[in-house]
Nanobody, 115 residues
């Protein structure tokens, strides 16, 4: 089993910044990829950003230039730096890790962008 614990969510004003963290633990031999997804009320869960073990990054068009994903392989941790936040970024953000071809999800952390 693999456990993922997210942190760093909260309430922020438009234009502000937040940094999300996700730590993986458990039966980890090799994490192939880690990423962040989000789900807003009434909408489907969508990919925000992902990063492979080799450092290749992929971003949703809506966050390019504002969000940055990074990872610390030694700590099995992935980060999401979110800048210039907009009200439409409000959602529950989920961490996902792919380990030996299987996907694992965290419990989610709420991000609310509001004045």
């Amino acid at each position: 089993q693999v456990q993922l614990v997210e942190s760093g969510g909260g309430l922020v004003q438009p234009g502000g910044s937040l940094r999300l963290s996700c730590v993986a633990s458990g039966s980890i031999f090799s994490i192939n990829a880690m990423g962040w997804y989000r789900q807003a009320p009434g909408k489907q869960r969508e990919l925000v950003a992902a990063i492979t073990s080799g450092g290749y990054r992929n971003y949703a068009d809506s966050v390019k230039g504002r969000f940055t994903i990074s990872r610390d392989n030694a700590k099995n941790t992935v980060y999401l730096q979110m800048n210039s936040l907009k009200t439409e970024d409000t959602a529950v953000y989920y961490c996902k890790a792919v380990v030996a071809g299987l996907g694992y999800w965290g419990q989610g952390t709420q991000v609310t962008v509001s004045s």
